[in-house]
């Protein structure tokens, strides 16, 4: 059995949106990096309360197959990629 590694990488943002702003960022250039990047698993929490986690992306699945990429919070409907305005 092959082992798998999960890197834990502190990086603080001054409030909420922003954290969640950097970590969407983040995980998007590090997929384009490698295919073991997992998004969809992205949180983040305030620096006292690590234990309360908020979801970076909505990674509901998609009819068909898929998840969504859109953040955890859209209000659009589900979607496998961003929409460009």
Do not use: K, Y
Request: hydrophobic letters at 40%.
């Amino acid at each position: 059995m092959t082992e798998r590694w999960v890197i834990h990488l502190p990086v603080t943002a001054p409030d909420l949106l922003r954290a969640r702003i950097l970590a969407r960022t983040a995980a998007r250039v590090l997929a384009r990096l490698s295919a073991r990047v997992e998004p969809g698993g992205v949180t983040v929490s305030a620096e006292d309360q690590q234990g309360v986690r908020h979801w970076v992306f909505c990674d509901r699945r998609l009819p068909g197959g898929g998840r969504c990429a859109l953040p955890a919070d859209h209000t659009a409907p589900c979607s496998p990629r961003l929409h460009r305005r």
